[in-house]
Nanobody, 122 residues
Framework: VQLQASGGGLVQAGGSLRLSCAAS????????MGWYRQAPGKQRELVSE???????NYADSVKGRFTISRDNAKNTLYLQMNSLKPEDTAVYYC?????????????????WGQGTLVTVSS
């Protein structure tokens, strides 16, 4: 199984970016998915998460500005980020719980994407 995150970049404050995280491989289904971020010198923190049923949760700092979504058929996770602020600058990581095929059947595994850098200039 591979995760490919994309969509990061440099944007001015007030701008928008859309992150994507696509999972590929021997995947039966996906469970919870989420986005985390880590700013320089800080611990990794949860930004937003979404269940397989579509229930969402957001960090207070991004509520009303970020929207998480998923395409179960494509095993892809998205994060629409609007009204970006300099304090949103960080490396963003996707985290997914997948049911994958193994040599003895199917089993749940947790995966992290490689991280995509978001830089918001003031």
């Amino acid at each position: 199984v591979q995760l490919q995150a994309s969509g990061g970049g440099l944007v001015q404050a007030g701008g928008s970016l859309r992150l994507s995280c696509a999972a590929s491989g021997s995947i039966l289904s996906s469970n919870a998915m989420g986005w985390y971020r880590q700013a320089p010198g800080k611990q990794r923190e949860l930004v937003s998460e979404i269940t397989s049923g579509g229930s969402t949760n957001y960090a207070d700092s991004v509520k009303g500005r970020f929207t998480i979504s998923r395409d179960n058929a494509k095993n892809t996770l998205y994060l629409q980020m609007n009204s970006l602020k300099p304090e949103d600058t960080a490396v963003y990581y996707c985290n997914v719980d997948l049911i994958v095929r193994t040599g003895w059947g199917y089993a749940p595994f947790e995966y992290w994407g490689q991280g995509t850098l978001v830089t918001v200039s003031s």
